[in-house]
């Protein structure tokens, strides 16, 4: 299979814990490299649009004012498989759900402050992906 590249985000719930590197740990011994990666906090325009697909969901106000609550780091994440390695890598969306050795399992406070986010589709991670980095700032 090819190399396939996903979009990953560090939640502002594990960055005020300072997770960064023991979740980019857990990416890495995954076979997943980290092509790219800034920290950057997101101004409410910013995760508006970045969440723009959950605008109608009754979790979507809350969700911006969590993830605009702190910094995040934004990662671009290449491996085969990645999008669905990464997906598996996270854990559940509710850690209460999510197996044992996840990033989510491991670290995550609740359904939303659940430490990272990852791509769901090829269509979303290019995306998502061009939503924070141009193409210059990803080193494969
Ligand atoms: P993500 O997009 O962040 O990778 O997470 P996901 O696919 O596993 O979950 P999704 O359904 O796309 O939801 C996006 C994020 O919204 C927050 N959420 N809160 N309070 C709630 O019921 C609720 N449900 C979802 C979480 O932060 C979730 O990751
Ligand atoms: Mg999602």
């Known amino acids: 299979m090819a190399l396939e590249r996903t979009f990953s985000i560090i939640k502002p719930d594990a960055t005020a814990r300072n997770l960064t ?41 809350d969700l ?8 995040v780091v934004v990662q671009v994440l290449e491996g085969e498989n990645a999008i669905a390695k990464y997906r598996e890598v996270m854990g ?19 359904i939303e402050a659940n430490s990272v986010h990852g791509s769901d589709a090829p269509e979303t991670a290019a995306q998502e992906i061009h939503y924070f980095f141009s193409d210059l700032e990803i080193v494969g």
Request: zero cysteines.
């Open 21 to 61: 590197g023991k979740i980019n740990a857990m990416i890495e011994a995954a076979g997943l490299r980290i092509v790219a990666q800034k920290r950057v906090r997101l101004s409410k325009a910013a995760a508006e649009g970045f969440y723009a697909v959950h605008s109608e969901r009754p979790f979507f106000n």
């Open 92 to 110: 559940a969306t509710n850690p209460e759900n999510a197996a044992e050795g996840t990033i989510r399992k491991t670290f995550a406070e609740s």
């Open 64 to 71: 911006v004012s969590f993830m605009i609550s702190g910094p």
